[in-house]
């Protein structure tokens, strides 16, 4: 069963057991899975990648959202951001830890044979495709300068 068919099972799951904050984060990754499907060039088709990258950007997009109204003081809407984040973020492939990003980045740094920061752009296009989903985007770039600045 690929992401589309399971996101849908969720909805129903989540609407008889009246999940409300559940049933609306699910519904919204419809609504986004839907328009990719239909998107022009897609042919109906949404491949799991695909569906992966929609998914980070919409967790990234709730937890700026959070942020947001953290810092305007409503503390409600944030709480309620943060869950819809959590609810999505279980369909991503599991996140590695900061041990195994850093020894995966190390090996992609050493089969490069990067040596320094002039290295950064071709390191990160590679840890970008070879880690997609499975971590964090400035997170990785991030220890990619730190090693190569070292």
Request: hydrophobic share 45%; charged share 35%.
């Amino acid at each position: 069963m690929d992401l589309f068919d399971t996101v849908s099972e969720e909805i129903k799951k989540a609407m008889l057991a009246r999940q409300k904050v559940r049933l609306e984060a699910l519904r919204g990754v419809k609504k986004e899975f839907l328009e990719a499907k239909t998107a022009k060039g897609a042919a109906g088709e949404l491949p799991d990648a695909v569906a992966v990258k929609i998914l980070q950007k919409m967790v990234k997009q709730r937890k700026e959202s959070a942020k947001i109204y953290a810092d305007a003081n409503r503390p409600e809407l944030a709480e309620n951001e943060l869950a819809e984040a959590e609810v999505i973020a279980e369909f991503l492939p599991k996140q590695l830890s900061g041990a195994e990003l850093e020894a995966e980045v190390r090996a992609i740094i050493e089969r490069l044979g990067a040596s320094g920061p002039k290295d950064l752009g071709k390191v990160m296009g590679t840890a970008s495709k070879e880690l997609a989903g499975r971590a964090d985007g400035s997170a990785v770039a991030a220890l990619v300068k730190s090693i190569l600045n070292s």
